[in-house]
């Protein structure tokens, strides 16, 4: 999600609130493909603009949450969760290093 989009469709993702609701669902997500393929949106949609960075920081729990997930225990053994949540958080340090309530 947001690979490569235009301007026009980050614009939108942002206004639908795209990046709240990912996080949210991801916190809820129940089935290993669904964390990966939603924390692996996050990833792409945290590189984009510090909007979303803080948009992901002001979700309830998602620090907390996010930096769980580095501890990921796969029953596939893969790495692609850690790998996702290693991802967005190293793309929002740059907000978190200046707020000190993160």
Not at 37 to 46: R, Y
Request: with cysteine; glycine share 4%; aromatic share 4%.
């Amino acid at each position: 999600m947001s690979w490569r989009a235009d301007a026009a469709s980050k614009q939108t993702l942002r206004e639908v609130g795209a990046v709240t609701g990912l996080m949210r669902a991801a916190m809820e997500a129940t089935k290993e493909s669904t964390l990966k393929s939603i924390l692996s949106a996050l990833w792409n949609l945290s590189a984009h603009c510090s909007m979303n960075k803080a948009d992901i920081c002001a979700v309830d729990g998602a620090l907390a949450f996010l930096v769980e997930m580095l501890s990921y225990k796969s029953p596939s053994k893969t790495l692609a969760i850690i790998e996702n949540a290693g991802g967005i958080l190293r793309n929002i340090s740059s907000l978190i290093a200046v707020r000190e309530d993160y």
